[in-house]
């Protein structure tokens, strides 16, 4: 990390029940930012917890900060318009109404909607098809990334998907401009991660989400939306060896999470690929196997930081 940058505070948000598998996320974190402070923020509004026994030493680890918040709190102070809600029979009537014209498409639903190639319609939050945020927990997620900092962070921060695992010092990026990577090989960016070196860079990310009233990444983060902003878009190899078809995790989470007939050669292999993370895609649910490259990384951090 260039000297002349203040620290970075990592954070990450959750709604709902944490997962156990989120366990490597921390670790790795831990294992390669020495020094470093991450801040989780768990959504109260939708019952945010920490329950699972693996990850009960994060309560009082001197390097991670648990914070509960109210996201609803920060939508109704810094997003306008606000997202319509969806509350009994008018939520009813508005998903049948969602269902039918997203495959039928007239032109007035196509009013206050993004119509993208890849996604199809995306609603304003204006729209009376907007689909709400109450039960959208990856839209929450989505608004959480950029409203944390805007409120919490004058500093610079780097905004963290929790099924990502750090394999070194991302530090060492974060300089004087903003970043995040691309999603696949499409004109946008993903936002797993997202560097905002101070508050004028999340104030001007949620002016945009505003002025075009949604914050989905394939919208917010086109790559003309991340020029104007002067974000700059990494390749997404470095993040993401599942979106990278030289890497031997490409295309398939299994080989992530399953049993390996010779784990330290592929994790020899893995480090080879030079990958700065490695971003899983979910599998919230899934047990990964002792021998698998997971178990691999999660042991060799443990190890690393005791």
């Not at 598998?21 to 470093?36: D, E, K, N, W, Y």
């Not at 010092?169 to 696949?184: A, N």
Request: proline share 7%; net charge neutral; aromatic share 12%.
């Amino acid at each position: 990390m260039a000297t002349n940058m203040p620290s970075v505070t990592f954070f990450g948000y959750w709604s709902g029940r944490l997962p156990a598998v989120a366990q490597l996320h921390f670790r790795s974190f831990l294992a390669h930012h020495p020094g470093a402070i991450y801040e989780l923020w768990l959504d109260e509004d939708t019952g945010s917890a920490i329950a699972a026994p693996e990850l009960q030493w994060l309560k009082t680890h001197p390097r991670i900060r648990v914070r509960p918040f109210s996201l609803d709190a920060l939508i109704e102070q810094h997003v306008s318009p606000r997202p319509r809600p969806g509350r009994g029979r008018r939520e009813w009537l508005r998903r049948i109404g969602y269902a039918v014209h997203r495959k039928i498409g007239p032109s007035w639903s196509r009013h206050k909607a993004w119509d993208h190639e890849q996604f199809g319609l995306t609603y304003m939050h204006s729209s009376m098809l907007f689909p709400g945020i109450e039960r959208d927990l990856t839209y929450r997620g989505d608004m959480a990334r950029f409203l944390v900092p805007l409120v919490h962070y004058p500093q610079a921060s780097l905004y963290c998907d929790l099924d990502i695992c750090f394999t070194s010092d991302l530090t060492r990026l974060c300089e004087s401009g903003g970043w995040v990577y691309r999603w696949e090989n499409f004109a946008f960016a993903n936002n797993a991660l997202v560097y905002m070196p101070g508050t004028s860079w999340s104030a001007a990310l949620a002016r945009k989400a505003n002025a075009i009233e949604t914050f989905r990444p394939w919208i917010l983060l086109s790559d003309a939306h991340c020029a104007e902003l002067g974000l700059a878009i990494h390749p997404a190899r470095l993040f993401d060896p599942l979106w990278d078809p030289t890497s031997m995790l490409y295309g398939d989470t299994a080989r992530f999470f399953g049993a390996r007939d010779n784990l330290a050669l592929d994790l020899h292999a893995l480090k080879t690929e030079r990958h700065l993370a490695i971003h899983w895609h979910n599998n919230w649910k899934t047990v990964p196997a002792p021998n698998s490259i997971y178990g691999g990384l999660l042991k060799a951090c443990e190890e690393s930081i005791e």
